[in-house]
């Protein structure tokens, strides 16, 4: 391609959007540099939603170990190792990485363990080597970073970043948030043993899912043990020997052995001399970009969760290899960000894909609800009270499906199938047609046949 700078593409970031588009862009031809501070893979693989499935699967094996019982088996002597764990989740991730590094370097793509920050709308200079280097196309893809409030003693609060990282478990712990993250590691940590607090400040946890599935999910956390407390938050953290002592909004004290905040990420955006391009940021402080993920400045773009539209991992790598289309296979792709499945490693873990039920009312005006929630078949000889819930909302003028959202087992697994149908507009009818899977709580989805209507009608 072009011989007037250094690469054809530099690339800020080696997270999952900023590998594909790398990568992509030099199947093209494209001559790609990457540069990434910390390891390569990005929040996902190293400090993100891999390791933190490996540890809700170590979490659940408790009550695995308890349902055995019901079927027969006699668990023996059993005992936990948060050390082991520890190990063995760094042995994975390291293997991930190494992965990581030879497909970009299998792609020809060259990689600069470095910072890097621009100098100019064609200069970046990498921090580690103490030089510059030129491209004529620049992505950033930075990710985000977790945000911590300001208070009395948040230097003593930990993130989901140091969580994977605990020399010890403590015994008691605080989980501060009301998002997937907050409520994905209070599960785990009370799944392990850790005597867990959730604290959130609003009226109710997962802000932005449909309601009914908040309110399901509320129902079955302190079923767990979890001890859920909304609309509260601390407002002070005190150091008492090895452990911390927090002061909440109702003047109740909680003496933990950690204090965890997931209270929302942060566009990584800090130091990278984006002001000094002119590259303009949203009101979020997220990278402003076009459909085409490119920013106002025409040579510079920017893809995944620094540029806040939608914060998954399968959307950064969708719009890194878009971009890469885009701008090196003269194929001018647009990312649809309207419907995204998605699934909330919860304990029991949820599912959605579409419009919550609020949302398509607003959007359609009068739909048909389909909803049930019922105790799981294994749950009959577990003896545990844990529901299933699901939900199907759907447009009454059309019947197309608008959303589909649960809560239960396998949840994650089941939505990504249902995501297909949602995606293409399957409709009622068509959801109907489909032949039941029997024995399977999946099965409910497509033998839904009564409308759920409030008590007053």
């Given at each position: 391609?072009?011989h007037?700078?250094d690469?054809?593409?530099?690339?800020?970031?080696?997270?999952?959007g900023g590998?594909?588009?790398?990568?992509?862009?030099?199947?093209?031809?494209?001559?790609?540099?990457?540069?990434?501070e910390?390891?390569?893979?990005?929040?996902c693989?190293?400090?993100?939603?891999?390791?933190?499935?490996?540890?809700v699967?170590?979490?659940s094996?408790a009550?695995?170990?308890?349902?055995?019982?019901?079927?027969?088996?006699?668990?023996?002597?059993?005992s936990?190792?948060?050390?082991?764990?520890i190990?063995?989740?760094?042995?994975?991730?390291?293997?991930?990485?190494?992965?990581?590094?030879r497909?970009?370097q299998?792609?020809?793509?060259?990689?600069?363990?470095?910072?890097?920050?621009?100098?100019?709308?064609?200069?970046?200079?990498?921090?580690?080597?103490?030089?510059?280097?030129?491209?004529?196309?620049?992505?950033?893809?930075?990710?985000?970073?977790?945000?911590?409030?300001?208070?009395?003693?948040i230097?003593?609060?930990?993130?989901?970043n140091?969580?994977?990282?605990?020399?010890?478990l403590?015994k008691?712990?605080?989980?501060?948030?009301?998002?997937?993250?907050?409520?994905?590691?209070?599960?785990?940590?009370?799944?392990?043993?850790?005597?867990?607090?959730?604290?959130?400040?609003?009226?109710?946890?997962?802000?932005?899912?449909?309601?009914?599935?908040?309110?399901?999910?509320?129902?079955e956390?302190?079923?767990?043990?979890?001890?859920l407390?909304?609309?509260?938050?601390?407002?002070?953290?005190?150091?008492?020997?090895?452990?911390?002592?927090?002061?909440l909004?109702?003047?109740s004290?909680?003496?933990?052995?950690?204090?965890?905040?997931?209270?929302?990420?942060?566009?990584?955006?800090?130091g990278?001399g984006?002001?000094?391009?002119?590259?303009?940021l949203?009101?979020?402080?997220?990278?402003?970009?076009d459909?085409?993920?490119?920013?106002?400045v025409?040579?510079?773009?920017?893809v995944?969760?620094v540029?806040?539209?939608?914060?998954l991992?399968?959307?950064?790598?969708r719009?890194?290899?878009?971009?890469?289309?885009?701008?090196f296979?003269?194929?001018?792709?647009?990312?649809?960000h309207?419907?995204?499945?998605t699934?909330?490693?919860?304990?029991?873990?949820?599912?959605?894909?579409?419009?919550?039920?609020?949302?398509?009312?607003?959007?359609?005006?009068?739909?048909?609800?389909?909803k049930t929630?019922?105790?799981?078949?294994?749950?009959t000889?577990?003896?545990?009270q844990?529901?299933?819930?699901?939900?199907?909302?759907?447009?009454?003028?059309?019947?197309r499906?608008?959303?589909?959202h649960?809560?239960?087992?396998?949840?994650?697994?089941?939505?990504?199938?249902?995501?297909?149908a949602?995606?293409m507009?399957?409709?009622?009818?068509?959801?109907d047609?489909?032949?039941?899977?029997?024995?399977?709580?999946?099965?409910?989805?497509?033998?839904?046949?009564?409308?759920?209507?409030?008590?007053?009608?």
């Amino acid at each position: 391609m072009t011989h007037a700078y250094d690469y054809d593409l530099f690339v800020i970031g080696a997270g999952s959007g900023g590998v594909r588009a790398s990568r992509i862009a030099s199947s093209h031809g494209a001559k790609v540099a990457v540069a990434e501070e910390y390891r390569v893979g990005g929040t996902c693989v190293i400090r993100g939603c891999v390791p933190k499935k490996l540890f809700v699967y170590a979490s659940s094996f408790a009550e695995e170990f308890e349902d055995a019982e019901g079927f027969g088996w006699t668990v023996g002597e059993r005992s936990f190792s948060w050390e082991k764990l520890i190990a063995n989740k760094d042995k994975e991730i390291d293997r991930l990485n190494g992965i990581y590094i030879r497909n970009l370097q299998n792609s020809k793509v060259e990689i600069f363990q470095s910072r890097a920050y621009l100098k100019d709308a064609h200069t970046v200079h990498l921090v580690a080597e103490g030089r510059d280097v030129t491209a004529d196309k620049i992505l950033i893809a930075t990710g985000g970073t977790p945000f911590k409030p300001v208070i009395p003693g948040i230097e003593f609060a930990i993130t989901s970043n140091e969580a994977f990282h605990l020399k010890t478990l403590p015994k008691r712990g605080i989980v501060v948030g009301g998002g997937y993250i907050a409520v994905e590691f209070a599960g785990i940590f009370n799944g392990l043993g850790v005597e867990t607090s959730l604290l959130y400040r609003g009226e109710k946890i997962l802000r932005g899912f449909d309601e009914d599935l908040r309110d399901a999910l509320t129902d079955e956390l302190p079923k767990k043990g979890l001890d859920l407390r909304v609309k509260s938050d601390i407002v002070s953290i005190v150091r008492k020997g090895a452990n911390l002592v927090a002061t909440l909004t109702d003047g109740s004290v909680i003496e933990a052995g950690f204090i965890m905040y997931a209270t929302g990420r942060a566009p990584n955006v800090v130091g990278l001399g984006l002001d000094a391009v002119g590259v303009k940021l949203n009101a979020k402080g997220a990278v402003a970009v076009d459909p085409y993920s490119q920013t106002n400045v025409p040579n510079i773009y920017a893809v995944g969760d620094v540029t806040d539209r939608a914060a998954l991992t399968p959307i950064a790598i969708r719009e890194g290899q878009a971009f890469a289309e885009t701008v090196f296979n003269n194929n001018p792709i647009a990312v649809d960000h309207s419907i995204i499945a998605t699934a909330v490693f919860s304990q029991p873990e949820l599912g959605t894909i579409g419009l919550s039920e609020a949302d398509a009312r607003a959007k359609y005006g009068e739909l048909d609800i389909y909803k049930t929630s019922f105790r799981a078949m294994k749950h009959t000889m577990t003896g545990r009270q844990e529901k299933t819930f699901m939900k199907l909302v759907v447009d009454t003028a059309s019947q197309r499906v608008l959303g589909v959202h649960l809560m239960g087992p396998s949840s994650g697994e089941i939505i990504q199938a249902i995501a297909i149908a949602v995606t293409m507009g399957a409709t009622k009818k068509q959801f109907d047609q489909a032949v039941a899977v029997h024995p399977t709580a999946a099965e409910e989805l497509v033998t839904l046949k009564e409308k759920w209507r409030p008590a007053a009608e």
